[in-house]
Nanobody, 120 residues
Framework: QVQLVESGGGLVQAGGSLRLSCAAS????????MGWFRQAPGKEREFVAA???????TYADSVKGRFTISRVNAKNAVYLQMSSLKPEDTAVYYC??????????????WGQGTQVTVSS
């Protein structure tokens, strides 16, 4: 059974940093992209960042220059370094397994989510 387990969320002041981690278990995702999405209260889930198997990255405009996504394929793990955090970054952040880096609307697996709260 595939499981994605996120960690690293919490409460931080505006301007601060957090690092989210996600570890996948149950199978090896060779060739898959991995990504992060988020959902704020009352809003739809939105794309944040994705990284291909080979390390290509793409970001939502709202986080470009502030967030960095990375992965360790041998560990089936993906990370999201978040800096210069803003109150509008407050959301539940979800890790995802994406079969196609070229189509980020297709998600095979979701994590359970981790809360990030940025105070002003």
């Amino acid at each position: 059974q595939v499981q994605l387990v996120e960690s690293g969320g919490g409460l931080v002041q505006a301007g601060g940093s957090l690092r989210l981690s996600c570890a996948a278990s149950g199978r090896v995702f060779v060739g898959y992209a991995m990504g992060w999405f988020r959902q704020a209260p009352g809003k739809e889930r939105e794309f944040v960042a994705a990284i291909s198997w080979s390390g290509d990255t793409t970001y939502a405009d709202s986080v470009k220059g502030r967030f960095t996504i990375s992965r360790v394929n041998a560990k089936n793990a993906v990370y999201l370094q978040m800096s210069s955090l803003k109150p509008e970054d407050t959301a539940v952040y979800y890790c995802a397994i994406l079969p196609y880096y070229s189509d980020l609307d297709v998600v095979d697996y979701w994590g359970q989510g981790t809360q990030v709260t940025v105070s002003s």
